[in-house]
T-cell receptor, first 113, second 114 residues
Framework: DAGVIQSPRHEVTEMGQEVTLRCKPI?????LFWYRQTMMRGLELLIY????????DSGMPEDRFSAKMPNASFSTLKIQPSEPRDSAVYFC???????????FGSGTRLTVV | AQSVTQLDSQVPVFEEAPVELRCNYS??????LFWYVQYPNQGLQLLLK??????LVESINGFEAEFNKSQTSFHLRKPSVHISDTAEYFC????????????FGQGTELSVKP
């Protein structure tokens, strides 16, 4: 298995632009999570899905952020419009069950200038 | 609400020395506990986990952690570290045996020096 695949690995964009991050979970994993990692705030859970349905989006910072999972093999996290404070590494993770532990992708390093 | 506190943000240690990375949690229900490791420019990898049963759990690369319910702790230890163990280590807790979300600590940067 190729693991959790995220794209792009790096993204540099200008303030105000739309950014879309992509994630392909491991086949058969019913749960998908989006995390954000910064030096100041550590790892923050943004949103998670079960069987393509959003379960908890309480961590999404504001309306500029949105996430979708149109099918079991693909999810997107969109920021519109982007701001410099959105600069972070965004991780996607998947699991068949929480107690099995998550498999993380390699992350997308987003820089908003 | 659950929370996780990693008591040390940085732990420098010499090669072949023992190390302990401390983790305390708070939860009102039964918990599942995890340690993850993150090498530079990579995602997190599961190191070990406690679900139930024996309170001492081990990883394949020599780390071990002990669940202590009375002290609400899950400290990570290794009797002899290698340069290659240099990484950031995250403790995490979940109270949901299904897909439940993990709450992560702030991380401990382990730096192994020759």
């Amino acid at each position: 298995d190729a693991g959790v695949i995220q794209s792009p690995r790096h993204e540099v964009t200008e303030m105000g632009q739309e950014v879309t991050l992509r994630c392909k979970p491991i086949s058969g994993h019913d749960y998908l999570f989006w995390y954000r990692q910064t030096m100041m705030r550590g790892l923050e859970l943004l949103i998670y899905f079960n069987n393509n349905v959003p379960i908890d989006d309480s961590g999404m910072p504001e309306d500029r952020f949105s996430a979708k999972m149109p099918n079991a093999s693909f999810s997107t996290l969109k920021i519109q419009p982007s701001e410099p404070r959105d600069s972070a590494v965004y991780f996607c993770a998947s699991t068949p069950r929480g107690i099995d532990g998550y498999t993380f992708g390699s992350g997308t390093r987003l820089t908003v200038v | 609400a659950q929370s996780v506190t990693q008591l040390d943000s940085q732990v420098p240690v010499f090669e072949e020395a023992p190390v302990e990375l401390r983790c305390n949690y708070s939860s009102s229900v039964s918990v599942y506990l995890f340690w993850y490791v993150q090498y530079p420019n990579q995602g997190l990898q599961l190191l070990l986990k406690y679900l139930s049963g024996s309170t001492l759990v081990e990883s394949i690369n020599g780390f071990e952690a002990e669940f202590n319910k009375s002290q609400t702790s899950f400290h990570l230890r290794k009797p002899s570290v290698h340069i290659s163990d240099t990484a950031e280590y995250f403790c995490a807790v979940s109270d949901d045996n299904q897909g439940g979300k993990l709450i992560f600590g702030q991380g401990t940067e382990l730096s192994v020096k020759p």
